[in-house]
C-alpha cells in the first residue's frame, strides 16, 4: 500500500507542474484522497461487504466532488487532475499511467447488461468533459480530447475528437500521451474534410473557367 502511494504522490509530482511536494500532494490533493477511499471501497466491495463499500464511496464524493463506485477496478499511478466532477462507473476498468482531467464520465448508455462501462488501457489521457459510454475498449497510449462523447472503441496510438468522437491515428512517433498533457494540438477529421471538398471545389471552378474561356474563343473565331 505504501508503495502505491509513493508511485502514486511521484506521479502526481511529474504531472502536475503547480505540485510543490509530495506532502502537499498527500494532504490537499483530492485525487489522491478519492483513490485512497476507492482501495477501502474496493476492498470492502470484494469482500461481499457491499453496504459499506458504498457508504465509503459516498463519503469520498461528499469529501472530494469525485465518484468512483466501489466496483470500478483502477489501475497503478491514476493521476486525476483538479478531479472535480468525474465520475467512475461499476464496471469500468483504468490501466496503469492514466491521466483523467476533472468533468470526466466513464458512464454507460443505459440499454448494456452486465458489463456496462468502458475499460480504459494503460497511459491512456482523457481530457476535461470528456464522456467515455458504454462497454466499449480505449487502447493503450490513446488520448480522447475535451468534451469528446466516445461511443465505439478507440484503438491504440490515437486521438478520439468531437461528437460523437471520430478517430485520429498518429503515425509515425512515439506516443506517450499521458505525458505529454496536451489537450490543444489534436486534429479535427471533419475540418480536414471540409478543407479537402473546399480545394476540391477550387479545382473544380477553375476547371470550369479554363473551359467557358475555350468555348467563348472558339465562339468568337466562329462568329469572324
Request: with cysteine; aromatic share 6%; hydrophobic share 40%.
Amino acid at each position: 500500500m505504501f508503495r502505491s502511494l509513493m508511485e502514486t504522490l511521484e506521479a502526481y509530482q511529474r504531472r502536475d507542474p503547480a505540485a510543490h511536494s509530495k506532502l502537499e500532494i498527500f494532504l490537499l490533493y483530492q485525487g489522491v484522497h478519492a483513490l485512497l477511499y476507492h482501495r477501502l471501497a474496493h476492498w470492502l466491495y470484494c469482500h461481499n461487504l457491499k453496504f459499506l463499500a458504498r457508504a465509503v464511496s459516498q463519503w469520498s464524493r461528499f469529501w472530494t466532488g469525485i465518484e468512483i463506485h466501489p466496483g470500478a477496478k483502477i489501475g497503478r499511478r491514476l493521476v486525476m487532475d483538479h478531479g472535480m466532477g468525474i465520475v467512475i462507473g461499476e464496471t469500468a476498468e483504468v490501466g496503469d499511467d492514466c491521466l483523467l482531467y476533472h468533468g470526466v464520465t466513464l458512464g454507460g448508455t443505459g440499454k448494456d447488461q452486465g458489463k456496462r462501462h468502458p475499460t480504459i488501457g494503460n497511459n491512456v489521457l482523457v481530457s476535461c468533459g470528456a464522456k467515455v459510454l458504454g462497454p466499449i475498449k480505449v487502447g493503450d497510449n490513446s488520448r480522447i480530447a475535451a468534451n469528446a462523447v466516445v461511443l465505439s472503441e478507440v484503438p491504440e496510438d490515437a486521438t478520439a475528437v468531437g461528437i460523437p468522437a471520430q478517430i485520429v491515428r498518429i503515425a509515425g512517433r512515439t506516443t506517450r500521451y499521458a505525458d505529454e498533457v496536451d489537450q490543444t494540438s489534436v486534429e479535427n477529421p471533419t475540418l480536414e474534410r471540409l478543407e479537402a471538398l473546399s480545394s476540391r471545389l477550387e479545382f473544380i471552378e477553375k476547371l470550369l473557367d479554363e473551359r467557358y474561356e475555350i468555348i467563348r474563343e472558339q465562339g468568337e473565331r466562329e462568329t469572324v
